[in-house]
């Protein structure tokens, strides 16, 4: 492992069990390993990555088993997550939550409103919620257009966290692709709750698009937008979307926001670092 790198990717996946969608991936030729995914995280001098198991997987315990494997073959620069459908019900939940308690080194919990049937506020994930304010964990939720057109968007809004946030002031919450398309919407949640952040994952589609180049200036656009919304950078989180969005064009978003060094030293790294009690880059 190279010295660690300053910079934190909050949203990548890299799993066995997105076999039926690599049509979907930002290049046909994509490396989509280990190595391949840690080649374009080094070349844009990000040190680690919260990889973020699918909706796709088929049981808690495959989560693990993988999320635990694939960290370890980075060396840990790959962060160890888990996620879980309230739609399979209590003792589904309950036995995840057991299995979570064995595990030292995870650092989130991915949540899938949208790709399956369920509001933020469902009342199934109360446990879920409780469990990630006991272990210090962050709740990442999956906020706005789903990559099935099967996807419900209705459940997958910014607004249907809100009272979560409130009920569960302890539980630091990540709206995932900044609640795109409701961006303003996410602002406002990130605003108006100190425990709710925001990542900037996934605000573009295929380069294969006619109309690719403009769609990336709308996305930065809109990203600059909701953070003077916000009024603060302090939880805004660089993240990718990896293998959806290259990284390199993520770093360029970025980078290419009319803000201070410092404000956008903290968006690729900084806040990432104190929200999962990262240790800081060597150096």
């Not at 919990?109 to 469902?122: A, N, Q, R, V, W």
């Not at 706005?144 to 459940?155: A, C, I």
Request: with cysteine.
């Amino acid at each position: 492992m190279p010295p660690r790198l300053a910079a934190v990717d909050v949203h990548v996946h890299l799993s066995a069990f997105w076999a039926d969608r690599p049509s979907s991936f930002y290049t046909p030729d994509l490396d989509f390993t280990v190595p391949g995914l840690l080649r374009e995280l080094d070349a844009q001098g990000i040190g680690e990555a919260v990889l973020l198991q699918l909706d796709t997987a088929p049981s808690v315990a495959a989560t693990l088993e993988e999320g635990g494997r694939l960290s370890s073959e980075s060396r840990g620069r790959l962060l160890r997550t888990s996620t879980v459908n309230p739609v399979d019900g209590e003792r589904v939940v309950a036995e995840a939550i057991r299995a979570w308690e064995q595990v030292d080194d995870l650092v989130a919990i991915k949540l899938y409103p949208g790709y399956f049937p369920f509001y933020p506020h469902d009342p199934r994930l109360e446990p879920v919620y409780e469990f990630a304010a006991r272990r210090g964990l962050v709740v990442m939720v999956h906020q706005g257009d789903t990559l099935t057109p099967n996807g419900l968007v209705k459940f997958a809004r910014p607004i249907e966290l809100d009272e979560v946030a409130v009920r569960h002031r302890d539980v630091r919450f990540v709206l995932c692709h900044m609640g795109n398309p409701w961006i303003e919407e996410a602002a406002e949640l990130v605003y108006k709750n100190e425990n709710v952040y925001a990542d900037t994952s996934g605000l573009v589609w295929s380069p294969r698009l006619p109309f690719y180049e403009a769609m990336v200036t709308r996305a930065q656009h809109r990203l600059a937008n909701a953070i003077a919304t916000m009024g603060t950078a302090d939880r805004v989180l660089y993240g990718s979307d990896w293998p959806l969005e290259s990284i390199a064009l993520a770093v360029r978003m970025v980078e290419g926001l009319d803000l201070p060094p410092a404000a956008k030293a903290q968006i690729l790294g900084g806040n990432a670092r104190k929200l999962f009690r990262l240790p800081p880059p060597a150096g």
